[in-house]
Nanobody
Framework: QVQLVESGGGWVQPGESLRLSCAASGSTFSFYAMGWYRQVPGKQRELVATITGPSSTNYADSVKGRFIVSRPSAVNTVALIMNDLQPEDTAAYFC????????????WGQGTQVTVSS
């Protein structure tokens, strides 16, 4: 059974940075894509950033130039460096993994809270 575990959330002041990490267990195959989504209460979950293969990235317009998604060397891990955080970045951040682009299966982590306020 595949499980995704996020870490690194917390509270920061505007302009500060945080690094989120996600590690998957239960699979020996490298996932096709991994990424991050976020959700605030009452709103739909939205894409933050994804990375396909080793380095093909996609970002939401709201985070371009501030956030960096990467796949560290360990198999099936993904990191999100968030710079210049703003109050509107406050949300629960969820790790996502797509093992195979030709199948519908995808996995989600439990989420980690990021709060940006002064």
């Amino acid at each position: 059974q595949v499980q995704l575990v996020e870490s690194g959330g917390g509270w920061v002041q505007p302009g500060e940075s945080l690094r989120l990490s996600c590690a998957a267990s239960g699979s020996t195959f490298s996932f096709y894509a991994m990424g991050w989504y976020r959700q605030v209460p009452g709103k739909q979950r939205e894409l933050v950033a994804t990375i396909t293969g080793p380095s093909s990235t996609n970002y939401a317009d709201s985070v371009k130039g501030r956030f960096i998604v990467s796949r560290p060397s360990a198999v099936n891990t993904v990191a999100l460096i968030m710079n210049d955080l703003q109050p509107e970045d406050t949300a629960a951040y969820f790790c996502n993994a797509i093992p195979n682009p030709f199948e519908d299966t995808q996995y989600w982590g439990q989420g980690t809270q990021v709060t940006v306020s002064s």
